[in-house]
């Protein structure tokens, strides 16, 4: 819906009393045929696919706390579809697609800002590898340029291109990638799927799930017993525990990524940027924030909070590449608790419990491919057949030998 300037000005001079809720706030209903259990950004895409794209109804999506409480609405906010191998590639660029038209979709400002990111290569051989993942991506049908380190150095020339510890010799760009507003992306998924019939429930916690036969039958919540004919798990790092209800154990572990923003500054950097060394990506915020963060914790957690000794590595990183941001002020870091899975690509495949179906796996990829994982997710859903670019992303690839083992993704966890 869109406000006129007379409106805007009327709802300032009154206290903003007059706005009505995005979406309703409904009670449960005894039972659904479609029932998503996660309230974030691949949960609510799901949601409003499945009630847009694919005219199903009598959906729900429950949540244990409110809308994008989790993941969504903590993370550095950069999509891009810059990926190698083809079981990655077609996907996260179906998703590029997905972001350049959601404003219009949605009809609501989600600030996507396609910026650019620029992916620094510091050897000869990164140099070849980062021309063969450019290659991968202009045959699937994306954007990538290799740039050295002239043309480089007259983009970002606050990089350090000096005697540097790392020297940068260049870097791979896409133009098209950027960022997007996280809260925005949730609440206009949210909003969608609303007004397209979806019962959205919030502090809804899932308790227990009624098997029989081996097949779904509901939910045990704690707003009681909710019937459905198929369920949909898309709840990020609290998958395990999740799915231990049903008795699976997957191959997932869950991490503590950490994320900082500094102070407010003058628009300095232009894109995102990624170091090519270490594990470290920054890119500016439109409050003038630099947004940033770097590996993952090293240990298993479920907590929403990290250790010091990452925060001194992603602050090294940095220096590394860019000096003056040692002139910077942190202001706040946060952490978000990380499905991992074991080739760091996402899974969205049927379990094998019959009528319950998986949505995880995300590691670094869970935001930027919030429209196409909710797209491909609700496919499987409605068709029960996965969708073009997300047959690869099969819950049985680690017993069979087909990983996808991509070094795009970003950190992975250890194997044991």
């Not at 906010?77 to 697609?97: A, C, D, H, Q």
């Not at 005697?163 to 098209?176: D, E, M, T, V, W």
């Not at 941001?325 to 690509?345: C, F, N």
Request: net charge positive; hydrophobic share 40%.
């Amino acid at each position: 819906m869109r406000y006129s300037a007379f409106r805007l000005l009327k709802e300032a001079l009154t206290g903003h009393r007059g706005w009505r809720p995005l979406w309703r706030d409904p009670e449960p209903q005894p039972a659904y045929d479609y029932v998503i259990v996660g309230g974030g950004g691949q949960g609510l895409a799901t949601a409003y696919y499945l009630a847009k794209v694919f005219r199903k109804a009598r959906i729900a999506v429950v949540e244990k706390g409110w809308l994008g409480s989790g993941n969504i609405g903590r993370n550095t906010t950069v999509i891009r579809s810059n990926y190698l191998l083809p079981g990655n590639e077609p996907f996260y660029e179906f998703s590029m697609k997905l972001w350049e038209g959601l404003e219009q979709e949605l009809n609501f400002n989600a600030m996507v800002s396609q910026r650019g990111i620029v992916n620094l290569f510091h050897t000869d051989a990164q140099r070849d590898a980062y021309r063969r993942r450019g290659n991968a991506m202009l045959l699937a049908g994306a954007d990538g340029e290799l740039l050295e380190r002239d043309q480089l150095r007259a983009m970002v020339p606050f990089l350090n291109f000096g005697n540097a510890r790392f020297p940068i010799k260049g870097g791979l760009l896409q133009r098209r990638a950027g960022t997007a507003r996280h809260d925005g992306v949730a609440w206009g998924y949210a909003r969608g799927a609303d007004r397209a019939g979806v019962d959205l429930i919030q502090n809804c916690e899932v308790t227990g799930f009624r098997i029989d036969s081996g097949r779904i039958r509901g939910l045990e919540t704690s707003r009681g017993y909710i019937g459905a004919s198929k369920v949909g798990v898309a709840v990020a790092g609290s998958t395990s525990r999740v799915m231990a209800m049903t008795g699976l154990r997957l191959p997932i572990e869950s991490h503590v990524l950490q994320a900082f923003v500094s102070e407010g500054l003058k628009l300095t950097i232009p894109g995102v940027i990624t170091f090519g060394a270490g594990h470290f990506y920054v890119s500016q915020s439109d409050k003038g924030g630099l947004v940033f963060g770097g590996d993952l914790d090293g240990y298993n957690s479920y907590a929403q909070r990290g250790n010091l000794p990452v925060i001194e590595d992603v602050a090294e990183s940095g220096m590394a590449i860019m000096p003056m941001l040692g002139r910077a002020r942190l202001l706040r870091i946060w952490g978000g608790i990380m499905d991992m899975s074991m080739d760091g690509s996402p899974i969205i495949d049927r379990s094998p419990i019959q009528g319950l179906y998986l949505n995880a796996g995300w590691c670094y990829g869970g935001f930027k491919a919030t429209p196409a994982g909710g797209y491909a997710f609700a496919h499987l859903l409605a068709t029960d057949t996965p969708h073009e670019t997300a047959k690869a992303y099969r819950l049985d690839r680690f017993q069979r030998g087909y990983v996808i083992d991509e070094k795009g993704v970003g950190a992975q966890p250890n194997l044991h």
